[in-house]
């Protein structure tokens, strides 16, 4: 299998996958190929890296404080939380530190059993974690 970028005659660019098989016939063996034209998902994943790239930049530079939680523990940490949590040198974090708990209470996502909150059960969290300089 190959991927394969060509120009048709009128000067258009497309992206092709081909593959090469052999058919065992009576007069012989022959070579065939499928031919499928790649380029709408060649073109999806140019714009979904350029889509990665601008989020990516977005997280890392903004002055915004943000993390990335995934199993309620942060996965990921922009230089702005890592300053806000004492972190001068990333080298000092490792990612999933710090564990995310939900709230507790009346009236929280936690207590929202029917009592009349429209919140979603878990869309609210609660970071327990210290400076590495302390409170």
């Known amino acids: 299998m190959a991927e394969v970028e060509i120009c048709r005659p009128d000067g258009e660019r497309r992206f092709i996958e081909q593959v090469v ?11 065939a190929t499928l031919t499928t034209d790649i ?9 979904l ?7 990516r930049s977005l ?3 903004t002055i915004e404080a943000m993390s990335i939680v995934r199993d309620a523990r942060i996965a990921d940490a922009n ?3 890592l300053m806000l949590h004492g ?8 990612p999933g530190h710090s564990r995310v ?7 929280t996502d936690a207590a929202a059993a029917g009592d009349g909150d429209r919140r ?6 609660f970071i327990r974690d210290l400076r590495v300089d302390g409170p």
């Open 39 to 47: 380029t709408a998902r060649k073109r999806s994943e140019a714009a």
């Open 21 to 31: 098989f052999t058919i065992h016939t009576e007069a012989g063996h022959r070579l």
């Open 87 to 94: 972190y001068a040198d990333r080298r000092r974090w490792w």
């Open 101 to 107: 708990h939900p709230p507790r209470g009346p009236g």
């Open 120 to 125: 979603r059960p878990g869309r609210t969290f």
């Open 79 to 81: 230089r702005a939380w």
């Open 59 to 61: 997280f890392t530079d």
């Open 49 to 55: 890296t350029r889509s990665e790239a601008r989020y």
